[in-house]
């Protein structure tokens, strides 16, 4: 029987189950449906009462995104539509949640009387994170429930919370280890409540006038609204209303919040981000094979010989360990290989450090942690290399060290097993070519610190086959990492465009204008810090190779970065690069301005006979994202990146570009800059 025909022995209570694959999304066609439904359960005298639940493993992910890309057809049904049908209800409701239970989804259970949910169900209003905030009552009836300021919170962080969490906060009635629709039933025969009645509360321990302050202090705490606060703040002042005004006030307030939101620049940049992440494994002519798209999906079954069952790291540095505790908390056991007995004392004492900062955060209990550590094992023993299903090569960064690493991974390696390099710059064709395995060689770049940042170019050779990728592609969801696909070009997408990019920043200096200038105006615009304080937290000495490689800056010189390295100022490893550092200030890592750099830019200038000109920030900020733009461009028209959201994303995961404006590709779409007249664009990037 389905779980949506009615009971023989519970006539009384109708079960009507959410089923819009995959995600249950709450789509206008599929709300008229619901509505449907729900309106035949209240017009049927025999049904006493209503459980609503999920099909496909979950409950909603809420409101169907695709819908706010057009304009509202006049005659939409909504899910405010469906909450208002259940509001208007005398029947009792019960939502009965399993799984994803996300944004509208959340917000119909919220509507209910009460709810239940399994130990799997995850809970989460995302909203903001699509630059949106609840739209169908969560704002007004979750303080209502859990008080104002958890509410708040909840909101705005955006993340799911475990159904036993939710039962802390107060969100949902009851956990049950099974049995979810027989206890919905039996909630159902008790009486109703609706969060509509309920007076608002601030928290338990604060009076309702403690809710100004409340107020202010969040509108303190989160960006400015023309800075990535816009939704926020929107937010804010929508759980305001749930406490000064009568509910249906408050309805009336969070629905012109989020009407505005829906067509603000800022939201419509972050759907964007959702939908271009969402793109990035459909590759043209690559299919997921079926067993690693199981292991993708967190398959714990039998294993095919393409997949990770265990794999292993050559380098014990900062990288390889990086990208081995990635591995281990994927629940993948990793051998560290490394003949330097130094660098892997430093290796043991980084994952040992990283694992016990993960037991004082709460996020893991000792057993686990110690379960994780024991799961990375290191070694001097190459041989120990040869049952891995992926071995991810990170050592220095030098063309023949590698080619020899390749070769002598070629001849220990099992037949199937992948080979992958972690190089930021380099041809891995060359590095394929070391091998009779070609078709299973790839680039994996990770990005420091590997074990966090979310990023992960793939890159595919020449003749990478698609099995390969697909299990890249699988690994990459597996360690919750946002795989981006890349063509085999030097320095990839990523550090193909910086380099544009700092180049330019050079050049603008070279100028006259002075890099803390610079630095200010870029992160004006969002990003968390400046060109030159990105070189020198990544080194002048790797700064200078690149750009040497690359024939010069924007203008075709090294010279400065040439004069800061003889005066050993490497950035700050050395306390002193394109600025200087002091540990007293910000832990050492705050940039702090030199006159002395800025005398040899101008200097500089002068020899090279490039004259002074004043440039307003807006010139600055235009010049340097044309720079990005522009490259990614060429890189799109070479084929070396697919789509313009695959940079969108790389540039917003790996370089701290301000979600809120899309990523480089979608702001050169969307805003007034205009970047290929401003540009002068660098040699071209060839492995040929
Ligand atoms: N709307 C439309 N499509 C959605 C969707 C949504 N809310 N959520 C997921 N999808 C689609 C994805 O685009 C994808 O489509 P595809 O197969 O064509 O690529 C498919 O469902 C599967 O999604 P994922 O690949 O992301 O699957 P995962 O299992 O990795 O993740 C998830 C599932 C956790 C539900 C994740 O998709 C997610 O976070 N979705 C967004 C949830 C969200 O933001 N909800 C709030 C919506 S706004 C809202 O509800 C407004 C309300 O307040 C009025």
Redesign the pocket.
Known sequence: MLPSEPHPRDQHVRIITLDNP??N??SFAYCAKLLGEIRAAHADDSVEAVVITGAHGLFS??????DFQAEMPANAVT?RDVIAAVEASVKVHVAAMDG?C????L?LSLACDYRVATRNARLG???I??G?I???G?TQRLPRLIGARTALEFMLKGSSISAGRALELGIIDEVVAEGLIERARALASEPKRRLSERDAIIAKDLPLQAGPYVVAQAHKMVPPEENGGLAAHKLIDAVQASVELPFVFGIGRETRL?DELVRSAPSQALRHL??AE?ELDKIPGLALSGVALRQAQGDTGPRGDDTIAKAAVVGAGTMGSGIAISLAQAGIPVVIVDNNDEAVDKARQTVMGMFMYQVQKGRLTQEEAWKRGQSIRFTDDWNELSDADLIVEAVFENLDVKREVFRKLDAIAKPGAILASNTSTLDIDALARETKRPDRVLGLHFFVPANIMPLLEIVRGRETSPETLAVAFALAKRLRKKGVLSGNAFGFIGNRMIFDYVGTANAIAEEGVPPYRIDAVMKAFGFPMGPFAMSDLSGLDIGLAVQKARGGDANGRTHVLERLIGMKRLGQKTMAGFFKYDKSVGKGREPIRDPQVEEIFAEEARNAGVTPRAYSDEEIRDRLLGALVHRGQKLLEEGIALRPGDIDIVYVYGYGFPPHRGGPMWYAEHSTLSPFDKLRVTREPTHA
Do not use: C, Q, S, T
Not at 61 to 66: F, H, K, Q, Y
């Open positions: 995959p995600v999304a709450l992910a809420g409101a169907d995104v695709n899910i994803n996300l944004g509208g989804g917000e209003l995302p909203e994170r699509l949106l609840p739209g169908a969560g989020f959702f939908f969402r």
